[in-house]
């Protein structure tokens, strides 16, 4: 089964970029979408299609990929981006949808 | 305004049976692929299962094939998860997620535009 590599936490002091990576054989390949979980919410989609944003997600919120790694970036982190963040692709050969294990963003 | 409610949840015993409901509102049920994801305490999050809007293509995840069941009814805007023969690696949130699909460059993928707060099972003798 397909396996997405997320680092399990990511520290940043307020005002500073985040980058929070997910990696996977043949990502280039596929497209690659990024959830936030704040503590006993329900995850949000904050990046769909690599770099998209949904409506009323911060432009602070922004992905990139690069060979076989795909990118959250998160600009002048606010106390308020404090959440899991997970990266999520569609596995084409078994139709599966695959979540990377989550990283814990703290903001110092 | 999209909205996914869950209900069904509980505490069951190892073996045991629990059908969670997802009640949808909001847009049109039927044409949409719907989603069972799951969270252990303290894990990360587990795509269950996926059912397309007319139950023609039905997926499981590895863990669950076999003594899960996804069915939707469309009259009642319902998505259900039967759930069988229940261990205690079941125990989770269960959050009932609207699929939708994207594509960039060529290449197309299934996300997740909108969750459910969550029911959450416990499997526990």
């Known amino acids: 089964s397909y396996v997405l590599t997320q680092p399990p936490s990511v520290s940043v002091a307020p005002g500073e970029t985040a980058r929070i990576t997910c990696g996977g054989n043949i990502i280039g390949s596929k497209t690659v979408h990024w959830y936030q979980q704040k503590p006993d919410q329900a995850p949000v989609l904050v990046v769909y299609?690599?770099?998209d944003r949904p409506s009323g997600i911060p432009e602070r919120f922004s992905g990139s990929k690069s060979g076989n790694t795909a990118t959250l970036t998160i600009s002048g982190v606010e106390a308020g981006d404090e959440a899991d963040y997970y990266c999520?692709?569609?596995?084409?050969?078994?139709?599966?949808?695959?979540f990377g294990g989550g990283t814990k963003v703290t903001v110092l | 305004e999209v909205q996914l409610v869950e209900s069904g949840g509980g505490l069951v015993k190892p073996g045991g049976s629990l059908r969670l409901s997802c009640a949808a509102s909001g847009f049109s049920f039927s044409t949409y692929i719907m989603n069972w994801v799951r969270q252990a305490p303290g894990k990360g999050l587990e795509w269950v299962s996926s059912?397309?809007?007319?139950?023609?293509?039905?997926y499981y995840a590895d863990s669950v094939k076999g003594r899960f069941t996804i069915s939707r009814d469309n009259a009642k805007n319902s998505l259900y998860l039967q759930m069988n023969s229940l261990i205690a690696e079941d125990t989770a949130v269960y959050y009932c997620a609207r699929d939708q699909w994207g594509c960039r460059g060529g290449r197309c993928s299934h996300y997740f535009d909108y969750w459910g707060q969550g029911t959450l099972v416990t499997v526990s003798s």
């Open positions: 999520q692709v569609w596995d084409t050969s078994t139709d599966h949808r695959v």
């Open positions: 059912i397309s809007g007319r139950s023609t293509n039905i």
């Open positions: 299609d690599d770099s």
